[in-house]
């Protein structure tokens, strides 16, 4: 009735998990799953470069430059957004070089600033969320007496 593991089934699987749970989560935390995408991508290639695995490495740096590409700079609203969309469309633009020239170059130091240069900005994506959920806690109870 049932048919072996294969991982076909199970990578559709997760996929679909994926799409579904898309629907449910907002922008914020869809930007802040981004960041964490790039990090542990950008962790994954640098990991992979100390031990010498060429193929993760380039996948892991292919999958940075993805998602710095596909979201995080398809999601900037330029117009809107003012100089901060400008500033992070430069910053992201300098990053994705960053990471061609680490995986042309093999170039860990290339990795780590890239690091550490998104590293700040989705920490302060995340403060920025507990922020306005903690004004919100304590603006609910003063709705609440009034």
């Known amino acids: ?31 802040s799953l981004l960041y964490d995408g790039v990090l542990g991508a950008i962790a994954t290639a640098r990991g992979a470069l100390a031990r010498g695995d060429v193929s993760t490495k380039c996948g892991s740096i292919a999958k940075a430059v993805r998602i710095l590409e596909e979201g995080l700079m398809t999601a900037l ?14 910053l992201y ?10 995986n042309a170059r093999n170039d860990d130091a290339m990795l780590h600033e890239v690091a550490r240069l998104i590293e700040p900005i ?25």
């Open 93 to 102: 633009d300098y990053s994705l070089r960053r990471l061609i020239l680490a």
């Open 1 to 31: 009735m049932f048919s072996t593991f294969s991982p076909r089934s199970a990578a559709a699987y997760q996929r679909i998990n994926v799409e579904t749970s898309m629907h449910t989560i907002d922008q914020h935390q869809l930007v």
């Open 122 to 146: 989705a920490q302060g994506w995340k403060d920025m969320k507990k922020s306005t959920n903690a004004a919100n806690d304590v603006a609910q109870p003063a709705l609440m007496e009034a």
């Open 77 to 90: 609203d330029r117009q809107a957004g003012g100089v901060l969309a400008e500033n992070l469309g430069a």
